[in-house]
């Protein structure tokens, strides 16, 4: 009887102790009084919780069309530049002649093309005295850019001082030439992060003005009107 007793008093060294659905393993209770909970942590040996993968998918999506911003923005250059011609090329003539008006001159400005076609003709108007300019969009590189193929580049995009109506009531500026100024040329000029990326600079550069002033029995006179050397930058 008293081996019975001791038995039944005696409390076991395992106890199993329930989690709900996840199994778990049975722990050592030692000496634990009756109706304490022991303080080892239960490990569970079901499945563990996954980790969460989207931020690194997220970031990682992010980085590839960075990328692909990066491989699409640079061809730009080469596209844009091909519009633009070097130093000392020939890209308009100018006639300045004399009209039934006096002191009154009337101005035919031609444009060319790369290629020395014919691209366009202005007429307009100016008094005796007066200048015409022609003003270039001017875009440079870096060095080491030129082996890349990027180089100094002109396009003659304005016509300064010369009137489109012989009242002269009209403004002395006529822009647009060549398609006018295009999207590279004004993000390079405002110094965005792109114009730092590809190293690029712009700004406006003009032609010798052209004197409007003939001389005394002279009819006309015609300017050849070139694109400013490489030393005067």
């Not at 190293?199 to 002033?213: E, F, G, I, R, T």
Request: glycine share 6%; aromatic share 10%.
């Amino acid at each position: 009887m008293s081996q019975e007793r001791d038995s039944h008093s005696r409390q076991s060294n395992y106890e199993h102790i329930p989690t709900g659905r996840t199994p778990t393993r049975r722990i050592r209770t030692g000496r634990v009084p009756p109706g304490r909970i022991p303080t080892e942590r239960i490990r569970t040996i079901g499945p563990q919780p996954k980790r969460r993968l989207w931020p690194f998918m997220v970031l990682m999506i992010l980085e590839l069309l960075f990328l692909l911003g990066m491989v699409a923005l640079w061809p730009w250059p080469y596209l844009a530049m091909n519009n633009y011609v070097g130093p000392n090329v020939e890209v308009a003539q100018v006639q300045i002649s004399t009209t039934k008006f006096p002191h009154l001159m009337h101005a035919q400005v031609i444009l060319f093309e790369k290629d020395h076609q014919l691209s366009q003709s202005i007429d307009c108007y100016l008094m005796q005295g007066n200048t015409l300019t022609l003003q270039f969009d001017t875009i440079t590189f870096a060095s080491w850019e030129n082996s890349l193929g990027l180089h100094l580049g002109y396009k003659l995009t304005r016509l300064l001082g010369c009137h489109s109506v012989a009242m002269l009531t009209d403004s002395d500026t006529r822009p647009g030439l060549n398609g006018g100024e295009d999207g590279f040329f004004t993000m390079v000029q405002r110094q965005t992060w792109y114009a730092e990326l590809v190293q690029a600079k712009a700004y406006y550069s003009n032609s010798a003005p052209l004197l409007a002033n003939l001389r005394v029995g002279q009819k006309t006179e015609t300017f050849d009107v070139f694109t400013p050397p490489k030393a005067s930058l």
